[in-house]
């Protein structure tokens, strides 16, 4: 050891370290400054790289967004003008271009096998429909597809299943109330939980006949205008999410359907009774009102169309025929033909889409030969 490392530190061995020492903070705080600025400019072309980055993701993004709508453009030119000239080759010579497009949809030909046999026998029951309706005085009318149907094919479109019927809520309950009584016929209660809607049929008794007519609930309105549609449509949004909310709403989702009998159904049942209720109070409906409006029970986007019309639209329903047997079609058919679907003598785009919900066994089809031979 080195004798002069015991000795006590001289004034100038003590005032070199406090220098060093304060030369050592300036130096750390000049890192510290230096880092702070390095990461400020690494900040700062970050940002720069990244506005870069997303200027160039909008200018393609935007790119791609014209070059589609161009093509999209080009791709609706390009089927209109073939459409037109497809329309153009089928007119004869003196013909109007509406007759020709008439007289097209009148020649396509009814469904076959088992969807023409469901078909008739639907009709078979909308004719028993019809009659009982008119010895208790209840109002009805085809709508949605099934007039669709009656108008431009005279009876189902050639693809279609459905049987659609309005009724007002005031009708279906004495419905109700008459089918009770009449051993023939009966009428069903469903909830459905992809559609969030109650699915009300008219049957026949016997189980193993398929064939249905379904009921649209139809209520009173005072005010018939865009924003009472927009207050019920937004009422029937608040209930979804109430469905939505409930702890038994998977078990109802993984069920699909329930009867109003079951334990499910009577909870579903509650809630639509309660938003009906809301419906009432909130001024949406009301008896004896001027319009009509699509119930909260079934309420759907149909087309964009705001299912809201005045009662003349409707009532009194004037007589047509479909499938060569009269029944009861809206007052104005085509005023709501028009508003929902457009001009109904364009082709359709969705002749695929209405296979899927009919029970065509051959029990079942046996069951229709032998209840009701006259309509095959």
Not at 122 to 151: M, P, R
Not at 262 to 272: D, N, P, Q, R, V
Not at 357 to 372: A, F, R
């Amino acid at each position: 050891m080195n004798i002069l490392d015991l000795l006590p530190s001289t004034r100038r061995a003590v005032r070199n370290t406090r220098d060093s020492i304060e030369s050592l903070k300036d130096s750390i705080e000049s890192l510290r400054d230096s880092i702070e600025s390095l990461k400020c400019e690494t900040t700062a072309q970050y940002d720069r790289v990244f506005s870069r980055t997303e200027q160039a993701d909008i200018g393609i993004n935007g790119h791609l967004a014209c070059e589609f709508e161009r093509l999209e453009k080009a791709i609706k030119a390009h089927d209109s003008k073939t459409v037109i000239m497809l329309w153009e080759l089928y007119r004869k010579d003196g013909e109007l271009p509406e007759d020709a497009r008439k007289r097209f949809f009148k020649s396509i030909p009814p469904a076959t096998g088992p969807l023409r046999l469901h078909q008739l026998g639907c009709a078979q029951l909308l004719s028993e429909f019809n009659e009982l309706c008119k010895a208790h005085n209840l109002d009805y009318w085809i709508a949605f597809g099934t007039l669709l149907g009656a108008v431009r094919h005279g009876g189902f479109i050639p693809w279609d299943d459905d049987t659609d019927l309005g009724m007002t809520r005031a009708d279906i309950k004495k419905l109700v109330e008459i089918v009770e009584d009449d051993s023939r016929y009966s009428v069903s209660v469903v909830y459905d939980a992809f559609a969030f809607c109650r699915q009300i049929r008219f049957k026949y008794s016997n189980e193993n006949i398929p064939c249905f007519l379904d009921l649209f609930l139809f209520d009173e309105v005072s005010d018939v205008t865009h924003a009472t549609f927009e207050k019920q449509a937004a009422l029937r949004g608040e209930m979804i999410e109430h469905f939505i909310s409930q702890d038994w709403y998977q078990e109802w989702q993984a069920a699909g359907y329930v009867s109003e009998n079951s334990i499910l159904g009577e909870k579903a049942a509650a809630i639509f009774d309660a938003y009906l209720n809301q419906a009432e109070d909130d001024g949406i409906i009301s008896a004896n009102g001027s319009g009509l409006i699509w119930g909260i029970d079934n309420l759907t986007d149909l087309n964009g169309y705001d299912w809201i019309c005045s009662k003349g639209d409707v009532l009194p329903t004037q007589r047509i025929a479909f499938e060569g047997a009269p029944c009861e079609a809206p007052a104005n058919i085509e005023k709501l033909l028009t508003e929902v679907y457009g001009n109904i003598y364009s082709l359709p785009d969705d002749i695929s889409t209405h296979f899927a919900h009919v029970d065509l066994t051959d029990s079942n089809l046996e069951s229709l030969h032998l209840e009701n031979p006259d309509t095959v």
